[in-house]
C-alpha cells in the first residue's frame, strides 16, 4: 500500500494545544453569531466597486446586501485574524511533513524500499521552498529504486520525481519521469502503482493544455485504483477531471466529480487533498452563482466551501505541502467580495488579497504576488487614486518581472493596465511607452507560444520516437523471450528426439534381434514345414500307391473272382450237361437192365452204377443250382428275348456256346454231326432276333 506520509505532532502537549486553540476558535465564533442577532434590522447603504481581477476576468457588478451579511463578514474577519494569532504562536510546536520524514530516514532499521518512498515523499515536502535540493533527493530516491528488483518503488520515485520538476518550470523533465514512471509500471502486478503512474500523466497532459486526453488518462487512473486503499489519489485523480470539466464550463460534471474529490479526501488524511476537494467546490458555487445572481444560497455555498478551506488550512498549515493551493482560495474570496459586495468591504477583499499575498510570497509563487497587486490596483482605480494604482501595478510588475518564469501574459496584463492608469491620468506618452512595452511584450507571447507549440510537437515526436523505441525494445525483448523459448523449445525437442532415436535404435535392434529370431523359427518352421509336406507327400505316394496297389489287388481278385466266377460257371454248364446227358444214358441204362432183368449180376452192378452216378447226378444238380444263384437270370434272359421259343436242347447249345465250347466239342456233347450245329445255331438266332451281322457267340457271352 502507497500512501503520503503526514506530518506529526512532536508531543501530547502540542496536541492538547491546537486542540484547546480550536475550542476556543469554535466559541469564539458562536458567540460573534449571537452578537449578530441584535443587528439584524439594521441596513447599510449601496456602494460601487470595479474589479479586473486578471485570474479570473470577472465582469464588474452592482449588488445590494443587509447589514447582517456585513455583519457576518466582519465576525469572520475577526475569528481569522485570532486564528492566526494564535497559530502563529503555536507554529513552532508542530512538525512538518519534512521533519517526519527525516525522523524516519534516520531509523536504523528502515528497508531500501521503505527508504525509496520516504525519500520520494520527502522530495515532495521540499518541492515547495528547496526545489533544488528535492530535485537532488527525488533522484537519489529513483536511483534508489534502480537497485530493487520489485519495480513498483522506481515507478512511484519517478511519478513524485515529475511533480517537483514542475516546480522547476522543467515540463520537459517532468514528462521523462511521467513517462519512465508509466514504463516501470507496466512491469508490476501493482494496480495502486499503476493508477499513480496513469495519475501523473493526466496531470501532465491537463497542464499542458490536453483536456482530452488528461480525461482519458484519468479514467485509467480511476480503473486501477477504484477498489484499492490508495484513496489519497483517487482523490487526486477526481480533482483533475473536475477542473477539466471547470474549464470546460461543464456545470454538473464539474459539481460531481468535485463532490466526488471532497467524498474521497475526508477518508483519507491527506490534508492537501482536502483543501484542494474545498477549493474546487468553492469554485464551482462561484462560477454558479454569476450565472445565477438571483440565486443567494450559491453564493452562501462558495463562501462555505472556501471558508473550510481557510479553517482547514490555519488549523493544519504546518501539514499542508502545497500552500498555493490556499492563496488561490484566498483569491477566490476576495474576488467573491470584489463582486458581489460593495466597495465598503474594500477591507475584506484586501485582507483576503495580504493572505494570498504572504502565502505567495512563501511559496515564491510570483503569479500569485503580482495579482494580489493587480487588484489592489483596481480598487485604488476605482476610488480615483491613480498614483497608488500605479505604484502597485509597478510593484507587482517588478515581482513577474524577476520570476524565473517570464509570465508574459501576466505582464501584458499590467501592460494594459499601466496604460489605462496613464491615459486616465492625461499622461499619453507615458500611455504610449506601455503600449508599446505591451505590442513588445504580445509579440514575445506570440513568438513563446509558438516556441512552446514547437517545443510540444518536439516533444510530442520525441515522446512517440521514445514510445517506438520503448515498444521496439518490449518487442526485441518479447522476441528475444520468445527466441529463448524457441531455443528451450528445440534443445528439449533435440533431447527428446535424441531419446526418441535412441529407443528407437534400441527397438529397432530388438526388432531386429526378435526379426532374427522370428526368421530362424519362421525357417525351422518352413524346413519342418517342408519336412512335413515331404512326409505327407511321401505319405500320398505311399497313400497312392496302397490305393493304386488296393486298386490293382481289388482289380486283381475282381479278375481272379470273375475268372473264377466264369470257370465255375463253365465247369457248372459243363456239369449240367454231363449231367443231363448221363441222365440220358442211364435212363437208357436202366431200361435196358428193365429188359434183362433175369440177370442180376449184371443188374445188380448196373443198378450200382446207376446208384452212383445218380448221386453223382445230384451233386451236379446242387452245382446247377449254385450256377442258377451266380447267373440266375441267363435262362431267363434267352427265353423272354426269344419269347419263350427256346427249346431244351437249345438252352443247352446255348450253354455250351456261354461256356466257350467249339462246334465240334457241342456236337460231341450233344451227340449230333457237325452240320446240325450250324443249322442249330442258324435256328437259335432266329428264335433270338438276331441280324445276320450279330455274333450269337458274343450276344450270348453278353447276358
Keep these: 500500500m502507497i500512501s503520503q506520509k503526514q506530518g506529526t505532532f512532536s508531543s501530547w502537549n502540542s496536541k492538547y494545544c491546537i486542540i484547546s486553540l480550536s475550542i476556543f476558535i469554535f466559541l469564539f465564533y458562536i458567540y460573534s453569531r449571537l452578537c449578530l442577532l441584535k443587528v439584524l434590522m439594521e441596513g447599510s447603504k449601496d456602494g460601487n466597486h470595479v474589479s479586473t481581477n486578471p485570474l479570473h476576468g470577472r465582469r464588474n457588478a452592482n449588488y445590494k446586501h443587509s447589514t447582517k451579511t456585513h455583519m457576518s463578514h466582519i465576525i469572520n474577519k475577526i475569528t481569522i485574524s485570532i486564528a492566526l494569532i494564535l497559530l502563529q504562536g503555536t507554529g513552532s510546536i508542530a512538525q512538518t511533513p519534512a521533519d517526519s520524514l527525516n525522523t524516519v530516514l534516520t531509523q536504523k532499521n528502515i528497508t531500501p524500499e521503505q527508504k525509496v518512498i520516504t525519500l520520494s515523499l520527502l522530495a515532495r515536502a521540499k518541492s515547495i521552498k528547496e526545489t533544488g535540493n528535492a530535485i537532488r533527493i527525488g533522484i537519489q530516491a529513483v536511483q534508489l529504486g534502480r537497485t530493487l528488483s520489485d519495480a513498483q518503488y522506481i515507478a512511484i520515485a519517478y511519478a513524485i520525481l515529475s511533480q517537483v520538476y514542475i516546480q522547476d518550470n522543467d515540463i520537459s523533465k517532468c514528462a521523462q519521469a511521467v513517462d519512465s514512471s508509466l514504463f516501470y509500471a507496466g512491469k508490476t502486478e501493482s494496480k495502486v502503482v499503476k493508477g499513480m503512474a496513469w495519475y501523473r500523466k493526466s496531470w501532465l497532459e491537463n497542464l499542458k493544455g490536453q483536456p482530452k486526453e488528461a480525461l482519458v488518462s484519468a479514467q485509467r487512473a480511476l480503473k486501477f485504483l477504484e477498489g484499492t486503499a490508495a484513496v489519497n489519489y483517487v482523490s487526486s485523480v477526481y480533482y483533475i477531471i473536475a477542473s477539466i470539466y471547470a474549464n470546460q464550463y461543464d456545470g454538473p460534471l464539474h459539481k460531481k466529480y468535485a463532490q466526488l474529490c471532497l467524498q474521497t479526501a475526508l477518508k483519507s488524511t491527506d490534508y492537501d487533498n482536502l483543501l484542494l476537494a474545498n477549493q474546487t467546490l468553492g469554485t464551482y458555487w462561484q462560477y454558479y452563482h454569476m450565472q445565477h445572481e438571483d440565486d443567494r444560497s450559491s453564493l452562501d455555498s462558495a463562501f462555505f466551501y472556501n471558508r473550510n478551506a481557510l479553517h482547514l488550512f490555519l488549523v493544519n498549515r504546518e501539514r499542508i505541502i502545497f500552500q498555493s493551493t490556499m492563496a488561490i482560495v484566498a483569491i477566490n474570496m476576495a474576488d467573491l467580495y470584489a463582486q458581489n459586495f460593495p466597495s465598503s468591504y474594500r477591507d475584506s477583499v484586501f485582507h483576503y488579497l495580504d493572505l494570498a499575498q504572504s502565502i505567495g510570497i512563501e511559496t515564491h509563487h510570483a503569479e500569485v504576488i503580482a495579482n494580489c497587486y493587480g487588484m489592489k490596483s483596481d480598487y485604488e482605480a476605482a476610488a480615483g487614486n491613480y498614483e497608488k494604482a500605479e505604484a502597485l501595478l509597478l510593484k507587482g510588475l517588478e515581482v ?38 505591451y505590442s513588445v511584450l504580445y509579440t514575445d507571447l506570440y513568438n513563446e507560444e509558438k516556441m512552446n507549440i514547437t517545443k510540444e510537437l518536439e516533444a510530442k515526436y520525441q515522446a512517440e520516437k521514445n514510445t517506438t523505441a520503448l515498444k521496439t525494445m518490449q518487442q526485441t525483448a518479447m522476441l528475444h523471450k520468445r527466441l529463448g523459448y524457441l531455443y528451450i523449445g528445440l534443445a528439449l525437442a533435440s533431447i527428446a528426439a535424441a531419446i526418441f532415436l535412441f529407443r528407437l535404435f534400441r527397438f529397432r535392434l530388438k526388432l531386429a534381434e526378435k526379426e532374427k529370431k522370428d526368421a530362424a523359427l519362421v ?14 507327400k511321401q505319405e500320398a505316394e505311399l497313400q497312392a500307391r496302397l490305393r493304386e496297389e ?3 489287388r481289388l482289380a486283381a481278385e475282381q479278375q481272379l473272382l470273375q475268372e473264377r466266377q466264369e470257370r465255375l460257371e463253365k465247369d457248372l454248364l459243363a456239369g449240367t450237361l454231363l449231367v443231363e446227358q448221363k441222365t440220358v444214358l442211364l435212363q437208357t441204362l436202366q431200361k435196358k437192365i428193365a429188359e434183362n432183368r433175369n440177370d442180376k449180376t449184371v443188374l445188380t452192378q448196373l443198378n450200382k452204377i446207376i446208384d452212383q452216378d445218380r448221386r453223382l447226378d445230384e451233386s451236379m444238380a446242387g452245382s446247377k443250382t449254385d450256377f442258377d444263384n451266380i447267373n440266375p437270370d441267363f435262362f431267363d434272359k434267352l427265353k423272354e428275348r426269344s419269347a419263350n421259343s427256346l427249346s431244351r436242347l437249345d438252352l443247352k447249345h446255348c450253354s455250351y456256346i456261354y461256356l466257350g465250347l467249339t462246334n465240334k466239342e457241342v456236337s460231341q456233347r450233344l451227340g449230333i454231326a ?17 441280324g445276320k451281322e450279330e455274333e450269337l457267340d458274343q450276344y450270348i457271352r453278353s447276358l
Excluded: C, H, V, W
Design 523 to 536: 525357417s525351422q518352421l518352413k524346413q519342418q514345414e517342408n519336412r512335413q509336406l515331404a512326409f505327407e
Design 550 to 552: 488296393e486298386a490293382l
Design 674 to 690: 457237325p452240320k446240325s450245329i450250324l443249322m442249330a445255331r442258324y435256328r437259335i438266332k432266329q428264335k433270338l432276333g438276331l
Design 400 to 437: 513577474a518581472n524577476a520570476d524565473s518564469a517570464r509570465n508574459l501574459a501576466t505582464r501584458i496584463q499590467f501592460m494594459t493596465a499601466l496604460s489605462g492608469i496613464s491615459e486616465k491620468r492625461g499622461n499619453y506618452r507615458e500611455a504610449l511607452q506601455y503600449q508599446k512595452q
